[in-house]
């Protein structure tokens, strides 16, 4: 399956942040400050706003 890696440095995009460390950096705990969440499934990428609607990835106070 060639897709199968670019599925996964798609995802990669989420970064690795916990959502403790998230926070921790006042970012967003859902989207780690990015915003947007990636997905991917056999080669076909979706990246989602954020459903915690926050302010482009950072935490709202
Ligand atoms: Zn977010």
Avoid: F, V
Wanted: with cysteine; net charge positive; charged share 25%.
């Amino acid at each position: 399956m060639p897709h199968r890696m670019a599925d996964q440095q798609w995802e990669a995009q989420n970064g690795s942040l916990s959502p403790d460390e998230a926070r921790a950096r006042g970012l967003c705990w859902c989207c780690s400050g990015n915003g947007a969440l990636y997905s991917a499934h056999g080669g076909e990428r979706i990246t989602a706003p954020c459903p915690e609607r926050c302010d482009n990835g950072k935490a709202r106070r």
